[in-house]
């Protein structure tokens, strides 16, 4: 299982972005998104299954971030609206087979890892 994250970079406060994450190899159940600020724990940002159902989000960006998957093609998106400079971080997407909704949150539970995409946050 390999994955491929893309999509960051440098937007002012307000604005939008779009990350990307490629699967290749076997799917998994569940595909996260978490992220990691400088000085900081990595912390959950949504998840989501291949299967369809609901997504899940931290309370911080609910509302403001979607998580979505192209089965066809193996990818799953993170849509990020209304980007806040705390929102500035490495982002990366992971993947398990966990079933129990309760261990989404819990980066432990992931199996594999993309290699991260800086998001930037600046006026």
């Known amino acids: 299982v390999q994955l491929q994250a893309s999509g960051g970079g440098v937007v002012q406060p307000g604005n939008s972005l779009v990350l990307s994450c490629a699967v290749s190899?076997?799917?998994?159940?569940?595909m996260g998104w978490f992220r990691q600020a400088p000085g900081k724990e990595r912390e959950f940002v949504a998840a989501?299954?291949?299967?369809?159902?609901?997504?899940y989000y931290a309370d911080s960006v609910n509302g403001r971030f979607t998580i979505s998957t192209d089965n066809a093609k193996s990818i799953v998106y993170l849509q990020m609206i209304g980007l806040k400079p705390e929102d500035t971080a490495v982002y990366f997407c992971g993947t398990t087979n966990e079933y129990n909704p309760q261990y989404y949150y819990d980066q432990n539970s992931y199996a594999y890892w993309g290699q991260g995409t800086q998001v930037t946050v600046s006026s």
């Open positions: 190899g076997r799917r998994m159940y569940v």
């Open positions: 989501t299954m291949w299967s369809g159902g609901r997504a």
